[in-house]
């Protein structure tokens, strides 16, 4: 079977990961309490090492291998009793000492109170985090994105997913699309017409995207927007002059921006849809003003000083 897609590259995370000495098959490990949340042969608890690794013999004889400790293990007060569901009796000599030796590293744990506790190998503290995944394999000459993308919490993260997926050119294009062996009759763009629709030209080179961005410089009051890439508008606000509140509010216009062109563009391929540029601009001005007004803290903007692009 040939891994496509999404499970091809959660597959290739394994392998970026085991590079860096992180084997996640055996980075977590459970402390035995109730039983009932740790599966007896499948997960890391009597051992550093799984029982079906450790005892591969046993675990070919196991009717449900899937089974927790509770179901094989039972504290009583002399001591762990056991209760097994062998498919066929275990009777070879190699078999029983297999057995044997499970039954002394269990008895050997001692047994905690409460309920059953998770730990992860690669902390100190066996917490799992994102940035401690990210320290580990920025040691091991991990390379890092050139530029990496910002995110706005102004607004929502549906609209800032749009320009994070045209930067990288994820979006359903009609020439991504063939790319991808999709049969497309037409692939111009839906705006000009003249020219091969990927994400660069629908958001950058078309003319009706450069008119959408040059209105947005002199309402904003920046310099013309003159971009070569789609990194080029998602940096605009870098290079803006101004106080740190109207730069992110630039930021966020354009996120909502490249939104707005894309639906437009959406609704032009799959609803019969007429480019309209004043509509688009009035739009991209309302949303944005929308989302910004109620997800930061100037709850006093008005739309006079949103029309002004004048921030206090």
């Known amino acids: 079977m040939t891994l496509a897609g999404p499970w091809k590259n ?17 980075a977590a490990s459970a402390t035995w309490a109730s039983g009932n949340n740790i599966q007896f042969w499948l997960d890391s608890w009597a051992d550093p090492i799984p029982f079906y690794v450790k005892f591969p013999e046993l675990f070919k004889a196991e009717r449900n291998k899937e089974c927790l400790v509770e179901d094989r ?19 070879d000599d190699p078999v029983i000492l297999q057995l044997q030796h499970m039954k002394t590293l269990i008895d050997s744990l001692a047994v905690n109170m409460g309920s059953d506790k998770w730990s992860w190998k690669y902390d100190a503290n066996g917490c799992f985090t994102v940035a401690g995944i990210k320290k580990i394999l920025s040691s091991v000459n991990r390379d890092s994105p050139v530029r990496a993308f910002e995110w706005n919490n102004w607004v929502p993260k549906k609209v800032a997913i749009v320009a994070w997926r045209a930067e990288m050119e994820r979006l359903p294009t009609k020439c991504a699309l063939v790319a991808r062996n999709i049969p497309v009759q037409v692939q111009d763009c839906v705006f000009c017409g003249e020219v091969s629709e990927t994400s660069e030209h629908l958001f950058v080179a078309c003319h009706f995207a450069q008119s ?12 013309p927007i003159i971009a070569f890439g789609i990194n080029d508008l998602l940096s605009i606000h870098e290079i803006s002059s101004g106080s740190s509140k109207k730069r992110k509010a630039v930021h966020a216009v354009v996120l909502v921006a490249i939104w707005c062109i894309w639906k437009l563009r959406n609704e032009m391929v799959f609803r019969q849809g007429v480019p309209n540029y004043a509509k688009t601009l009035d739009e991209i001005k309302s949303m944005a003003y929308l989302w910004i007004k109620n997800r930061s803290k100037m709850g006093m903007l008005t739309w006079e000083d949103w029309g002004r692009f004048c921030f206090r």
């Open 10 to 26: 959660i597959i290739s995370v394994g392998q970026l990961v085991l590079h860096a000495d992180i084997d996640l098959k055996n």
């Open 212 to 223: 959408i961005w040059l209105s947005i410089a002199e309402w904003c009051n920046i310099q």
């Open 73 to 91: 293990v039972d504290l009583g007060d002399s001591g762990p009793m056991y209760s097994w569901d062998w498919e066929r009796p275990i009777l």
